[in-house]
């Protein structure tokens, strides 16, 4: 991905994305303040940046690329992200054994994402703009 066009093609998709990015980062992070100490605390907040950037960085690959490949990243970053978010509900919020085994079936789905989009390769997109194209009658 190139930097410079990313920002040119999706600027207000950036914004809207980092503005909802330290949302969720700091609404996830705070739900866990009460039972942490300082230090556990920045590291839960740093690994919870990293996660939402993961998430952020393979929406904007999907919307840049649009072929399979970036789709199978963007599934795989968004199964991780939900397993991280059922994690954080069991480990903080409800310590039921079913979100155990929820958030480990999602982490085990994204890594097999991860894996099948490591065996494909980029493909050209094809552009099918028929609006443009003079059709006679």
């Known amino acids: 991905m190139k930097f410079k066009e990313i920002v040119k093609q999706f600027p207000v998709t950036l914004i809207i994305l980092a503005v909802l990015g330290v949302f969720c980062v700091t609404l996830i992070t705070e739900t ?72 480990s079936v999602f982490l085990v789905l994204a890594f097999v994402f991860y894996y099948l989009q490591s065996s494909l390769k980029h493909q050209r997109q094809t552009d099918f703009n028929f609006l443009d194209s003079k059709m006679k009658v």
Not at 58 to 82: E, T
């Open 32 to 103: 866990a303040q009460t039972k942490l100490e300082t230090p556990e605390y920045i590291t839960e907040f740093l690994y919870n940046i990293i996660v939402m950037t993961l998430l952020s960085v393979a929406l904007i690959n999907y919307m840049d690329k649009g072929d399979n490949k970036s789709m199978l990243f963007l599934i795989g970053s968004m199964f991780i992200f939900f397993s991280e978010m059922i994690q954080l509900a069991y480990y903080y919020v409800a310590d039921m054994t079913h979100l155990a085994a929820i958030y």
